[in-house]
């Protein structure tokens, strides 16, 4: 991944690192624009692959248009989408998303619709403020800064938000940055020297008349369609490439020459000719937020008209126009529009006031704080008091994707965050309408919750939702006397105590029939190294009658059992003739294969044949060991070595679990073998590095499944039965495989050995314990 060139700070103080608690760092990336357009991307790709397909970009492009259209009528579009959406306006940017679709595998017309629709369906915050560097220093200067929350409902995008730099040559200065996903070559939100901006949904447009209705669907059809271009591409120009006095750009973009003339700070002029630009061009609806070092622009943008607030203050834009605040009816009119289409949009536009409320209360208080401070009747807050507004939960709600602050002036993102989903059924009802985060979790479960004071909510109306479920079931209880069902559970326990007690003693009797059965394809094995050890059965608990919570059984096999404490089955089989008799003619089959769908075991010296030579196993083994293991602890190196030593000179005395642990590991480490390497070649035998690596991988986990049923994996089991499963699982699922059965499996058997228990419930040395 190509790491940004290291920049100066102007806000020493603001690192991600400070970030909320409940954000994620967004990764910061870096794009030459002196590289073809198609293959910018191509070393961020690869670092993101699996991440876009867990997105699955094209089922979340065909919900939103069954959302908008219906499911019949949406099917329809989906399949003249693959048609109809075939580039953008821009030839620079239309190559751009093509290469991005070839490296990633996702098909042209959904990139196409995520960069034409997205603006079209955000919900956000953005706003200017004018902030004192130094909180008490009143003689420094003070400058705007920038700040923004992108809200939208579709959650899977949060895991692909990256932070660009665009530079116009390697290792050059920065010449912008934008905040955005991955995929999306428009802007939503960036900054370069001198001006920042973002873009917010407006829910409305000119519907005074037919034709200007008629006028803006056309629009979005044009747009749609690439024969013109997006307000976040119009963005983009601005932000990469500063206004020309004679006219506009080509459709190809500018020249990397002609952009390297326009990479010096913004003036008075060119904002004003953006502003211009703005006023005048057709676009789609959209609330643009513009920031220079010394004032904030609003525009609120209609098809061919826009007006335009400013201040040097403070001023900000939600997802309402400035005459909502006057007359709420129309956003509310607007919000009920959107809720037809269950596009998630209606809850973020219906409570737009209220975060402006909010947010203008936040900075009221905040410059009077600052006043106090430096007592001088200045209008400025700190930068602190900005990372307030942006993390307070009516402004960063549950449908925050990310949030950052910029500096204009320095034409940097000097904080950012973003953040995961964090669903709270338990929040309290009026914050769970209004998808806000429910301050519960930091009130301790008091009521009412901190939103509710500051709202003046009712504190009878502040209870969660199955409070009220509760409450209402249990509004007029019916009179039930339960003494005697009290007094007969007591005497049901006391039974219970005394039965528990005069049967302990029996449960630690050792059993001359083994817990165990012992087949001959099996040793008798150390449970820790996989090699022959003496004994029979033993507790690894030193006084089981008195264990709080039960024993470790292990047998002379070198498979072991957890016996709860209260579930001493074996003394009840034991004393009761009708159970010993069923027992008995268990262990007179076959006792190693209880399970008929089980393929019949597979002789050891079979099942050795198996592996590669000595000398391409040393190698897959110290591959896994050198990639895998020190991110994906699930072996203990010093005693798996010890082993795979013992192994290598007495390769027949190994168990038939570690066998298959090492087949385990031999499927995963596989996969990291570079295709240069001859070993491939060597082992598979196939034409290529790929198919090579899929047949190794089935073939070894063929082997160690096969070995994990020779040893009756399902009815007997030890530490290196589970290691398997485990490493299984991870191979599967880095293949893209389905493991759900395994893991099933996996637990049962973790359940059956006694993870689940305290290693400190048992008389257990420190390296099993650990292990």
């Known amino acids: 991944m190509s790491p940004s060139p290291p920049s100066t700070r102007s806000w020493e103080s603001c690192t991600t690192e400070e970030a909320a608690d409940r954000g994620e760092e967004i990764p ?109 220093d009143s003689d420094q200067k003070t400058r705007m800064l920038h700040f923004r929350t992108l809200d939208w409902g579709m959650d899977p995008l949060r895991k692909i938000v990256v932070e660009l730099d665009f530079v116009r040559s390697p290792g050059g200065p920065v010449v912008a940055t934008t905040v955005t ?3 999306y070559v428009g802007v939503l939100t960036g900054v370069r020297k001198g001006l920042s901006m973002s873009l917010n949904f407006r829910p409305y447009h000119d519907q005074t008349t037919l034709r200007a209705r008629a006028a803006f669907r056309w629009q979005q059809a044009m747009v ?60 789609t609806a959209a609330y643009l937020i ?25 001023l900000t834009a939600y997802n309402h126009d400035a005459t909502d605040e006057t007359n709420p009816a129309h956003l509310q009119q607007a919000a009920s529009e959107l809720a037809k289409t269950e596009t998630g949009m209606a809850d973020i536009v219906e409570f737009s006031l209220d975060r402006k409320k909010r947010m203008d209360e936040m900075w009221k208080k905040g410059v009077r704080a600052g006043r106090r401070r430096r007592r001088k009747q200045a209008n400025a807050v ?46 309290y009802e009026p914050c769970r ?62 039974l219970l105590q005394s039965h528990v007690g005069t049967q302990l003693h029996t449960a630690n009797e050792p059993d001359n029939r083994s817990h165990f059965p012992s087949p001959e394809s099996s040793l008798q094995l150390d449970s820790q190294t996989g090699f022959p050890d003496s004994g029979t059965v ?59 769908l089980i393929m019949q075991s597979v002789g050891t010296h079979e099942l050795l044949s198996l592996l590669p030579p000595l000398s391409p196993c040393d190698e897959l083994k110290d591959i896994f060991f050198g990639v895998y293991a020190p991110l994906f602890h699930v072996l203990r190196d010093p005693t798996f070595d010890a082993a795979y030593s013992r192994f290598r ?74 290691q398997t499963l485990v490493l299984l699982i991870y191979g599967i699922n880095h293949t893209h495989g389905q493991s759900w059965a395994l893991l099933e499996t996996a637990r049962n058997i973790a359940l059956s050995l006694g993870h689940h228990v305290h290693p400190n419930s048992f008389d257990l040395d420190l390296i099993t314990a650990e292990k």
């Open 649 to 722: 000179e007495e390769s027949n005395q190994i168990s038939l679990s570690w066998l298959a642990l090492l087949f385990a590991i031999l499927s995963v480490a596989i996969t990291a073998v570079p295709e240069e390497n001859t070993l491939l070649q060597e082992l598979g035998r196939c034409k290529t590095a790929s198919e090579n690596i899929s047949l190794l991988c089935t073939r070894y986990r063929a082997a160690a499944m096969k070995c994990l049923e020779a040893d009756h994996y399902l009815s007997r089991h030890n530490l290196h039965t589970l």
């Open 224 to 283: 749609l369609l690439g024969f013109r271009q997006s307000i976040s591409s119009v963005l983009r120009g601005f932000l990469l490439d500063a206004p020309r006095s004679d006219g506009g750009e080509s459709r190809k973009g500018p020249t990397v020459e002609q952009a390297s003339e326009r990479t010096e700070e913004l003036q008075e002029s060119d904002i004003a000719a953006i502003l211009d630009t703005l006023s005048s061009s057709p676009s």
């Open 433 to 494: 309408e209004r998808k806000i985060l429910c301050p519960r979790n930091t009130n301790l479960g008091r009521r009412p919750c901190e939103t509710c004071i500051r709202r003046g909510i009712p504190p009878s109306e502040c209870v969660s939702l199955r409070d009220l479920h509760v409450s209402r079931q249990c509004a007029n209880p019916p009179q039930v006397d339960t003494s005697a069902l009290v007094s007969r559970i007591n005497k049901l326990e006391e």
């Open 181 to 183: 996903y991955l995929g």
């Open 538 to 596: 033993e507790s690894l608990s030193p006084t089981p009658a008195t264990s709080s919570v039960g024993r470790l059984i292990r047998s002379g096999s070198g498979h072991e059992c957890y016996e709860p404490l209260s579930s001493r089955w074996s003394s009840i089989l034991r004393i009761n003739p009708v159970t010993s008799g069923l027992k008995g003619d268990l262990d007179g089959g076959d006792p190693g294969n209880p399970f008929p």
């Open 290 to 314: 513009l920031c220079t070092a010394d004032r904030v622009f609003v525009v609120e943008k209609d098809h061919r008209r826009a007006s335009i607030r400013t201040s040097d203050i403070f």
């Open 28 to 136: 910061k990336l870096t794009i030459d624009l002196s590289q073809p357009p198609r293959n910018r991307y191509d070393h961020i790709i690869p670092h993101f692959r699996e991440v876009v397909e867990h997105c699955d970009l094209p089922r979340l492009f065909y919900d939103i248009l069954d959302n908008l259209a219906g499911e019949t009528l949406g099917k329809c579009l989906g399949v003249a989408a693959r048609v109809a959406l075939r580039r953008l306006y821009k030839g620079e940017e239309s190559a751009e998303i093509a290469g991005i679709s070839k490296a990633i595998g996702v098909p042209m017309h959904i990139l196409v619709a995520l960069n034409v629709l997205l603006d079209l369906l955000l919900g956000c915050t953005s706003g200017g403020v004018r902030v004192n560097p130094n909180g008490t």
């Open 382 to 427: 700190t930068l602190e008091d900005v990372k307030q507004f942006v993390g307070d939960s009516e402004i960063s709600n549950e449908e925050t994707h990310y949030a950052v602050i910029m500096d204009p002036g320095a034409g940097e993102v000097i904080w950012r965050t973003a953040y995961e989903v964090e669903r709270m059924p338990l929040s």
